[in-house]
């Protein structure tokens, strides 16, 4: 691992460009496959309706801890993510990777630089005690029919008990045509629990960085084009901002890692305007 230096912000941050868009998110072969199947295997046996409704309940008063945003980042350099075939450093990094990807080609949107940071840190969850089945990785909509999309969808789902209820199994399950992501129940994880704790704690963001940080993993909609049939208006007005955001959230994960000691100050900054102070998490 290389860690860059220089004075100049532009060249803080630099991925090395050895690998091409189609290397990333590879399912079917590489070195930390097993990890990533089992992590999703025990994901899709275990999301269920009544799971996610639980954790609603116990993380939805934010009672854990209270922590600023710069203390959640680096809780984050104890955490490498096991559903990830991309990435085996701490999660930490990749905040800062794609915090630096969204500053350079959206300098003008300081937000969005800070939509990058925020993302991932509900993945704090894992010190909180939750297995990361029940943190990271994509997202679905739980109580309905998982689509093919989702990752392994074919060989992980078959002892999740909601397969066999009959009012989950179909397309829409329990949900009504178009009635909107809002109002989906998405397997519990660190999109949903993240997107909660920045409204219980009203950052001062636009509507469209909740959003993204609400549906960033959720890939077997805004990449795979699944579950349309759950979207209404709104969901479809804010995909392009989703898509826009996961460029940077894949495609700047690199072992070429960043100086984080020279980049917080500017995050800070950012911290202080949107969210600052000592936090409910
Ligand atoms: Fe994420
Ligand atoms: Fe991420």
Not at 234 to 239: E, K, P
């Amino acid at each position: 691992m290389k860690v860059l230096m220089g004075p100049d912000p532009s060249q803080i941050y630099r991925p090395d460009g050895g690998k091409n868009k189609e290397d990333f998110r590879n399912y079917t072969s590489g070195p930390l496959l097993d990890r990533v199947y089992t992590t999703y295997k025990l994901m899709h046996t275990h999301q269920t309706v009544d799971f996610v409704r639980r954790k609603h309940e116990e993380f939805g008063a934010f009672s854990y801890k209270k922590m600023s945003v710069m203390e959640a980042v680096e809780l984050l350099d104890g955490l490498v993510d096991e559903s990830d075939p991309d990435v085996d450093f701490p999660n930490s990094f990749h905040a800062f990777q794609t915090a630096e990807g969204i500053r350079k080609a959206h300098p003008d949107k300081d937000w969005f630089h800070l939509v990058g940071l925020l993302h991932d840190l509900g993945k704090i969850l894992v010190m909180a005690g939750e297995p990361q089945w029940s943190v990271v990785g994509d997202t679905f909509p739980v109580g309905c029919h998982p689509q093919k999309s989702v990752v392994f969808w074919d060989s992980t789902f078959q002892d999740n008990p909601d397969t066999k209820d009959p009012r989950y199994c179909t397309d829409y399950g329990m949900y009504e045509p178009h009635c909107g992501l809002e109002n989906v129940l998405m397997s519990w994880g660190h999109d949903e629990y993240m997107y909660r704790m920045m409204k219980f704690n009203k950052f001062s963001l636009p509507p469209e960085a909740f959003y993204m940080i609400r549906f960033h993993s959720f890939y077997p909609w805004h990449t795979g084009g699944d579950y349309r049939h759950l979207c209404c208006p709104h969901d479809l007005s804010m995909l392009p901002w989703v898509q826009e955001f996961n460029k940077f959230d894949l495609y700047t994960k690199s072992e070429d890692l960043p100086d984080v000691s020279m980049l917080r100050p500017y995050y800070q900054g950012l911290i202080d305007k949107y969210c600052p102070g000592v936090l409910c998490w």
